[in-house]
């Protein structure tokens, strides 16, 4: 069930990223820099108003939709989400503190609305299960969004139109959903019930809402000291290294996260951290050559995917952002399992606040003397010290393991395959589309040998149960 759940999710999540990855291919080349700037603002302020539109109901949903016992909550959740939309009036006045304009700011406060109602559905789909649909409005939502922005560049490429395309978007993926997640469901503004989910839902909301505001403050730095255009060139540099290396680190914490509350439960301490010492060490040596080799190549990758206007930024970019997630996700992915398995939820706000309050200093500083490339120095800044607080808060948590001895091996296999790279990358005279080929095939090549030299996250014992496996399958089959 678990496997099966997963390896939809990530299928959704893999086709949602290639149809993200064509749209800022089309977008780049169709949109000028200041207009795309102005949608990538909007997007990073939407984000951020639809967690705290959402917050209140995540655990909600989750302790009582997905029991499926004949609890419905929905009425509740719908209720109390139509009243959170009454802050809108705020939230627009808050964009427009942050430099939008008034009509961006109304454009943005609307996607801000569709994507919380969005988010709400999925949860619901997500609570009882139903990967399958929750794949379906992924990719309405993903291809939706390249439809009507395509047709938007075309009739007249504004930021605002974009935005409107988006919320569009998000409403047709709610609306191919409504019947199996909101059919049959009553609103009931009952005010006992209501002042119960506000009491129980504002940590989360904090702390949800503080993460998204330290993943957006240096856009908008940018956006207020240099300028929307610098802004939207940042973003998308931003916004395709973090789509293309965040994926597979989401997707093992989102197994091995539930196996070690699973583990710490049945087996205890002794047991989740020998479990937890060898997902560290998977997580690193995937992470790690994955955002070490996309560096080596960011500037291929950047002529490839993005428009002519927004490269040169790029490539002096990506590489920076590169390396900053490596510290996230050692940080987001791992660390923080430490939290969750004291019951420590403190913990996620100070971590958070620190690489708010980093970010904040950091981009006003580095951006002020270096101009963008500033807020990339500031974001890896921030990451590292999110990762030290993390790192210090989890020895008064739960004491996971940091087995260094093991991370070497993968620290040595990383960098050797990243300086073969990097030299075979100045003597190859090829195109761009051809070097990524040749050069990711190299760096592959190198390090899957050092892993097996090194035998990096138990990849013989690993390899040697898969085929015994593939051939007790087989065998059987034949034998059927």
Known sequence: MLLGQASINLTANIASALLGLVSVFI?????????????????????????????????????????????????????????CCLTAPIAYLLARLVGLDATAALATVGLSIAIGLFELTQDLLRARLQALSVMKATLVRAGALLGFGAAVALAEPTGVLLLLAASAAYLLAVLVQTRRAWHGTVVSFAR??????????????????????????DRFMIANLVGAADAGKYVAS?????????????????????????????????????????????????????????????????????????????????????VAVIFQVLTQQYLHASFLLSGRNSFYLINTASI??????????????????????????????????????????????IPLGRLALVVIAALAMALTVTALDRVLPIADLPAVIVLAG???????????????????????QGLAMFRSKLANSNIG
């Not at 006992?192 to 505001?213: E, F, H, K, N, Q």
């Not at 120095?377 to 808060?393: E, S």
């Open 27 to 83: 977008f780049t080349r169709l949109f000028a820099p200041h207009d795309y700037g102005v949608y990538l603002l909007g997007v990073g302020f939407a984000s951020v108003i639809s967690v705290f539109l959402v917050g209140w109901f995540r655990n909600l949903i989750l302790s009582g939709h997905a029991r499926n016992d004949g609890t419905d909550v929905r009425g509740l959740v719908l209720s109390g989400y139509l009243l």
């Open 192 to 217: 006992a019930d209501l002042s119960v989910l506000v009491r129980t839902g504002l940590p989360l909301t904090v702390s949800l809402t503080l993460l998204a505001i330290s993943s957006v403050t």
């Open 238 to 322: 931003l916004d395709l290294v973090r789509q293309t290396l965040m994926m597979p680190a989401m997707s093992m914490a989102a197994a091995f996260f539930p196996m070690a509350v699973q583990i710490h439960a049945k087996q205890g301490d002794g047991a989740v951290r020998s479990h937890l010492s060898e997902c560290f060490e998977l997580l690193l040596g995937v992470t790690l050559p994955a955002c070490l080799g996309f560096a080596a190549i960011s500037a291929h990758v950047a002529n490839i995917i993005l428009g002519a206007d927004f490269r040169e930024l790029a490539g002096q970019i990506m590489p920076i952002i590169a």
């Open 356 to 401: 708010i309050a980093a970010n904040v200093l950091l981009s006003y500083l580095l951006v002020s003397q270096l101009s963008t490339i500033g807020a990339a120095w500031a974001r890896l800044g921030a990451d590292v010290t999110g990762f030290a607080c993390a790192l210090a808060l989890s020895r008064f948590a739960f004491n996971i393991p």
């Open 442 to 464: 190299a760096g592959f090549t190198v390090y899957a040998a050092l892993c097996w030299l090194f035998d990096i996250a138990r990849i013989r014992s690993r390899l040697r």
